[in-house]
């Protein structure tokens, strides 16, 4: 009578199956775990980008905001001053750079009455190119007429020094010059890599806006002004934020 052999695998115990299910439950925790916490740094990332983008802006239209009253106090004739109440006019001795003599108000009395259509200075004040290629007292005022030479508004073909290529496409085929913060006023302007804003301004008589018929000798002034943060991107381009006001000196 034959017997046969016969080989029996035994069964794992209960330990050991519960050893495996904890261990695979374990990894899966920890994955996630693992996900939660790339997605927490990720969001971190994300936050703090935002808020730097946000200061970003804050500091670039603060600095339009210093360009738009600089432009005011260059149609002005006025050097920056820190006390107000102490009014100072740029001429040669009070400013380094000025304007052309006759084209702003040389003192107070000057200025009751400088800035009015009927006054002949005037038309020596704007240039429908805004002065391209001549001296820098001579450029940064544009004419009514402008929009139209350039072919665009003046601030679409201006040179902001932005690394955005701009022109005119007008009888204008250049692009025109903007004016530094501080130029003709010495406002100072000393942001640690910063690019100083810069502003350009228009000239309008009452009669070219329908003001008042059309009869009224007031003149009006459209500022543009580009202020500039700290980030620089691909190309050169800055983060930058631009601002217009109508300012009227009288």
């Known amino acids: 009578m034959q017997s046969s052999l016969r080989l029996f695998k035994p069964k794992p115990s209960q330990a050991a199956q519960q050893c495996g299910f904890v261990m695979v439950t374990a990894l899966i925790f920890l994955m996630v775990l693992s996900l939660l916490g790339v997605m927490a740094v990720r969001g971190s990332l994300f936050e703090e980008r935002f808020s730097a983008n946000d200061r970003d802006l804050m ?37 380094t750079n000025v304007r052309p003599a006759g084209t702003r108000p040389a003192n107070a009395a000057d200025a009751g009455n400088f800035w009015s259509g009927s006054n002949p200075n005037v038309e020596d004040v704007a240039r429908d190119d805004g002065g391209v290629g001549l001296a820098i007292g001579l450029q940064g005022v544009y004419s009514s007429a402008s929009a139209t030479a350039c072919g665009r508004p003046v601030w679409s073909g201006a040179d902001w020094q932005d690394g955005v290529p701009r022109t005119c496409a007008g009888t204008i085929t250049t692009t025109v010059p903007t004016i530094p913060y501080g130029t003709f006023t010495d406002a100072p302007f000393a942001q640690q890599g910063v690019t100083a804003p810069r ?11 329908g003001v008042n018929n059309g009869n009224s000798n007031k003149l009006f002034f459209r500022i543009t002004a580009v202020g500039f943060g700290r980030t620089t991107g691909t190309g050169g381009a800055r983060t930058s934020v631009t601002l217009q006001t109508t300012f009227s000196p009288l």
Request: charged share 25%; glycine share 4%.
């Open 59 to 95: 500091v670039a239209r603060e600095n339009a905001e210093l360009a738009l009253r600089d432009a005011e106090r260059d149609i002005l004739g006025l050097r920056f001053n820190s006390q107000p109440t102490a009014l100072v006019y740029c001429a040669p001795a009070a400013c």
């Open 199 to 209: 502003y350009l301004i228009e000239l309008f008589r009452a009669g070219e806006l």
